[in-house]
T-cell receptor
Framework: GQQLNQSPQSMFIQEGEDVSMNCTSS?????WLWYKQDPGEGPVLLIALYKAGELTSNGRLTAQFGITRKDSFLNISASIPSDVGIYFCAGSDSWGKLQFGAGTQVVVTP | EAQVTQNPRYLITVTGKKLTVTCSQN?????MSWYRQDPGLGLRQIYYSMNVEVTDKGDVPEGYKVSRKEKRNFPLILESPSPNQTSLYFCASSPPHYNEQFFGPGTRLTVL
């Protein structure tokens, strides 16, 4: 299947800092999704992007669908301890077929 | 409460002993899917179903079977489990024409 490159693999940040992560693909997608997974739970959808160039916010989270349709980024502003978890990007070129990145582990220290 | 449920949540079994992991959703979603999650690999799709009696292979279908006889249920069957199927499994569902998938809580499977 298609390969999604998600970076960074992990990040250790202090409370209050901003966080940025991104995903790139070798192929074009028509949907980008960002999920968060807490320990012992399933991924939870944070933001869905359906249009190239689209910039969408959800509270302290902001995500963008790259103009080339091959990349997306997620920013978290003013991180708090509950932001800890694994963040996954997922891309799709057709309904039902999602490709996931390997995830970014975020650790927030007080 | 709208949710996807999976059972069991934890399972330890031995090589070759057939098992079924159940998945059920109460949101009347047409689409359901199974993923496995392994360290460093993210989630990889095993099988998916667009509707009742319609199933298709994902990226890693070998060693797995599925069936979709009712809209709400999508069981994952391992006819002869092997140790390389030790993994964390997630079921997901979504409404038609949207890729916003809702995930279950996961099933941690260990095959000895």
């Amino acid at each position: 299947g298609q390969q999604l490159n998600q970076s960074p693999q992990s990040m250790f940040i202090q409370e209050g800092e901003d966080v940025s992560m991104n995903c790139t693909s070798s192929s074009i997608f028509n949907t980008w999704l960002w999920y968060k997974q807490d320990p012992g739970e399933g991924p939870v959808l944070l933001i869905a992007l359906y249009k190239a160039g689209e910039l969408t916010s959800n509270g302290r989270l902001t995500a963008q669908f790259g103009i080339t349709r091959k990349d997306s980024f997620l920013n978290i502003s003013a991180s708090i301890p509950s932001d800890v978890g694994i963040y996954f990007c997922a891309g799709s070129d057709s309904w039902g077929k999602l490709q996931f990145g390997a995830g970014t582990q975020v650790v927030v220290t007080p | 409460e709208a949710q996807v449920t999976q059972n069991p949540r934890y399972l330890i079994t031995v090589t070759g002993k057939k098992l079924t992991v159940t998945c059920s959703q109460n949101m009347n979603h047409e689409y359901m899917s199974w993923y496995r999650q392994d360290p460093g690999l993210g989630l990889r799709q095993i099988y998916y179903s667009m509707n009742v009696e319609v199933t298709d292979k994902g990226d890693v279908p070998e060693g797995y079977k599925v069936s979709r006889k009712e809209k709400r249920n999508f069981p994952l069957i391992l006819e002869s489990p092997s140790p390389n199927q030790t993994s964390l499994y997630f079921c997901a569902s979504s409404p038609p024409h949207y890729n916003e998938q809702f995930f279950g809580p996961g099933t941690r499977l260990t095959v000895l």
